[in-house]
């Protein structure tokens, strides 16, 4: 049997894959990023036809089988080697710190503005294929708008602290997954993330922005200032939690086990 890895070998990989990501010319960042858009979109979508499906059972047996369903939607994501925001601080802070030049600042911002901006642009775009009338099955559409409504009209502060969760649950993801040896272990914990990320729901700004692009497309009476609003305090959400309390806690620790 395989041993489990150390922190310090944790790291390495960590190092190995950030360092892929950090050298993505233009294109290729573009496209992933793309690509990681509209296949949240997917997982949205099945959110919302699992949801439209079971709304008449019971409103927590539609959520907890829209989160099931929205999980496949991450599996897809990391199967992909998409690359989404958030979820792409781990490595790339790793490869940064390793390295010690701070040059590499600049292209970790080039990678989060990027992956971001592409992210929604993707995601935005493939929305509107279903926004064609009779695209997706009877409820379906009244379900996203629901949720949608619910998440713009939450209170900021509660979004702000569930963001903080989102936010370190998916790079919490980034560091399980160079932490595993296997496929089916990698792809198993995706799937658990992204069922935990819809049950909370926890806030993921690329989640979360077209989610709610979804449900207004669907008739949800969100102005676009709230929509602009909900998206900051989200985005500020994810780099606490997402940068501050897990991606330099676990650099820190491991760096520090690779020199000990």
Same mark, same amino acid.
């Given at each position: 049997?395989?041993?489990?890895?150390?922190?310090?070998?944790? #790291?390495?990989? %960590?190092?190995?894959?950030?360092?892929?990501?950090?050298?993505?010319?233009?294109?290729?960042?573009?496209?992933?990023?793309?690509?990681?858009?509209?296949?949240?979109?997917?997982? *949205? /979508?099945?959110?919302?036809?699992?949801?439209?499906?079971? @709304?008449?059972?019971?409103? +927590?047996?539609?959520?907890?089988?829209?989160? !099931?369903?929205?999980?496949?939607? /991450?599996?897809?994501?990391?199967?992909?080697?998409?690359?989404?925001?958030?979820?792409?601080?781990? =490595?790339?802070? %790793?490869?940064?710190?390793?390295? +010690?030049?701070?040059?590499?600042? &600049?292209?970790? #911002?080039?990678? &989060?503005?990027?992956?971001? *901006?592409?992210?929604?642009?993707?995601?935005?775009?493939?929305?509107?294929?279903?926004?064609? =009338?009779?695209?997706?099955?009877?409820?379906?559409?009244?379900?996203?708008?629901? /949720?949608?409504?619910?998440?713009?009209?939450?209170? !900021?502060?509660?979004?702000?602290?569930?963001?903080?969760?989102?936010?370190?649950?998916?790079?919490? *993801?980034?560091?399980?997954?160079?932490?595993?040896?296997? =496929?089916?272990?990698?792809?198993?914990?995706?799937?658990?993330?992204?069922?935990? $990320? %819809? $049950?909370?729901?926890?806030?993921?700004?690329?989640?979360?922005? !077209?989610?709610? #692009?979804?449900?207004?497309?669907?008739?949800?009476?969100?102005?676009?200032?709230?929509?602009?609003?909900?998206?900051? /305090?989200?985005?500020? @959400?994810?780099?606490?939690?997402?940068?501050? *309390?897990?991606?330099?806690?676990?650099? %820190?620790?491991?760096? +520090?086990?690779?020199?000990?």
């Amino acid at each position: 049997m395989a041993s489990e890895p150390t922190p310090g070998e944790i #790291f390495d990989r %960590a190092v190995a894959e950030g360092q892929r990501r950090l050298d993505q010319s233009l294109l290729e960042l573009v496209s992933t990023s793309f690509i990681a858009g509209f296949t949240v979109v997917f997982g *949205l /979508v099945g959110l919302g036809i699992v949801e439209g499906l079971l @709304g008449p059972v019971g409103h +927590g047996v539609a959520a907890l089988g829209g989160a !099931l369903a929205f999980g496949v939607g /991450v599996v897809f994501l990391v199967a992909g080697r998409t690359e989404l925001f958030n979820e792409n601080f781990s =490595d790339p802070a %790793a490869a940064a710190v390793d390295s +010690g030049d701070p040059s590499v600042v &600049w292209a970790l #911002f080039r990678l &989060w503005v990027v992956t971001l *901006l592409f992210n929604l642009v993707g995601g935005g775009l493939f929305s509107l294929v279903f926004a064609v =009338d009779g695209a997706l099955p009877a409820g379906t559409t009244d379900a996203l708008a629901t /949720v949608a409504t619910e998440s713009a009209t939450r209170g !900021l502060v509660a979004s702000f602290a569930r963001a903080i969760a989102g936010g370190a649950l998916v790079s919490l *993801l980034s560091f399980l997954l160079v932490s595993v040896e296997s =496929d089916g272990s990698r792809l198993s914990l995706s799937y658990v993330v992204g069922v935990l $990320l %819809a $049950l909370g729901p926890f806030e993921h700004v690329v989640v979360t922005a !077209l989610h709610v #692009f979804l449900g207004v497309l669907f008739g949800a009476g969100v102005a676009p200032v709230r929509v602009g609003t909900v998206v900051g /305090v989200v985005t500020a @959400g994810n780099l606490v939690g997402g940068l501050g *309390l897990v991606t330099f806690a676990h650099v %820190a620790q491991a760096a +520090g086990a690779s020199e000990g």
